[in-house]
């Protein structure tokens, strides 16, 4: 019995570390125009943007500044509701908003409007913003893509049916993008705009996806995070499995993200993943409502690094900031009255 009681002090003990000496909220949460966080990206001047469902903010690293839609001001937001960000080869800063890019001009601190070409009764709010190696803008919303034209400025719909409500876009060279879709992952060329089904190996919605620098293909799906090679041949499938902790919190993936050492980080609709060093398991971080230390939602919806250790996740109910830099990780094996375990734990902290 003493065993077993010391191994649940470790345990908890394990815990509570993994959870505060890592992990800690933005302290600037109650100024963001809203809680729910749907994008962040870092300009040519350090500044962090972060949007949300109702406006966009700008953090200097100890203000925030927030910009809104103004009804009569046709240099303001086209809207508040915020879904993506992109910084182009010149350093310009691009917002996509419901129905619309935005180019934020810094001399004025207002943005330049891009809108649909003709009427938008037909179209579905954006998802996604990607540019091509010839740099043109595709935006992807949930019932088809559009292509950016500067003259006259907007956003032109193409002849191209892609299956399924789209959820995510990414450039896959020689003029084609990959998308994810309800329905599983397509190919299109974006100059014929032939559209082709790339085979998973299961029925999924594919949510988010990466590519890494060893020409592999991460897909965040309903069921999973799996992992292709250049041939999109299965090299992984990471799934949640309710008798391991060491798996995914969720099957749910909404985010699958690559810091800048090269780790995988999965957002789920029930925590926040980190691949161990090893590549076979994960350490999962969860929202407890009575530690104010962790995450301060269960559903991750974005993950980011602004700069080296420094990981940002948004969640429906503000920002947390992980500093990974200063830590390590270590597996904690326990023996109880139970038998063996093993937990996932952070350790020696420095922070």
């Known amino acids: 019995m003493l065993r077993f009681l010391l191994s649940l002090i ?24 809203q809680q729910s966080i749907r994008a962040m990206i870092t300009d040519k001047d350090g500044y962090l ?33 915020i879904f993506d960000f992109h910084i182009d080869s010149k350093g310009n800063l691009w917002v996509l908003t419901t129905f619309a890019l935005n180019r934020y001009q810094p001399e004025f601190e207002n943005f330049k409007r891009y ?11 954006f998802v996604d913003v990607e540019v091509d190696e010839a740099g043109r803008f595709w935006v992807a919303a949930e019932n088809g893509l559009y292509l950016l034209e500067e003259e006259p400025p907007g956003l ?16 896959n060279g020689n003029h084609t993008f990959y998308i994810g879709t309800i329905e599983g992952l397509f190919e299109v060329d974006m100059n014929s705009l032939s559209v082709e089904e ?18 592999r293909l ?6 999973g995070v799996l992992v292709f090679d250049k041939d999109l041949n299965l090299l992984e499938h990471f799934r949640h499995e309710r008798e391991r902790m060491d798996t995914l919190s969720s099957n749910e993936v909404t985010n699958v993200f690559l810091d800048f050492e090269g780790r995988l980080w999965v957002g789920t609709t029930e925590g926040l993943n980190l691949q161990t060093t090893d590549g076979k398991g994960f ?49 904690i094996r326990i023996s109880g009255d139970l038998g063996p375990s093993e937990f996932q734990a952070i350790w020696d902290s420095h922070y």
């Open 10 to 33: 470790i345990y908890s003990a394990a815990i509570l570390t993994a959870s505060s000496d890592m992990l800690r909220p933005f302290r600037h949460n109650q100024a963001l125009s």
């Open 49 to 81: 943007w972060i949007g949300t469902h109702d406006g966009l903010n700008r953090y200097d690293g100890k203000t925030i500044k927030t910009f809104t839609r103004v009804a009569d001001d046709p240099h303001s937001l086209s809207s508040d509701n």
């Open 115 to 125: 809108p649909i070409k003709g009427s938008v009764l037909l179209a579905n709010p």
């Open 156 to 171: 032109k719909r193409l002849d191209v049916q892609i299956p399924g409500r789209i959820r995510c876009l990414l450039p």
């Open 198 to 215: 790339v085979d998973i190996g299961i029925e999924a919605t594919v949510n988010t996806m990466v590519a890494d620098g060893h020409d």
């Open 218 to 223: 991460l897909l965040g799906t309903d069921e």
């Open 283 to 331: 350490t999962r971080f969860f929202h407890e409502p009575l530690n104010e230390l962790s995450l301060t939602h269960g559903e991750i919806t974005w993950i980011y690094q602004s700069q080296p250790g420094l990981i940002w996740i948004g969640t429906h109910r503000g920002l947390n900031v992980i500093d990974s830099i200063s830590k390590k990780f270590e597996t």
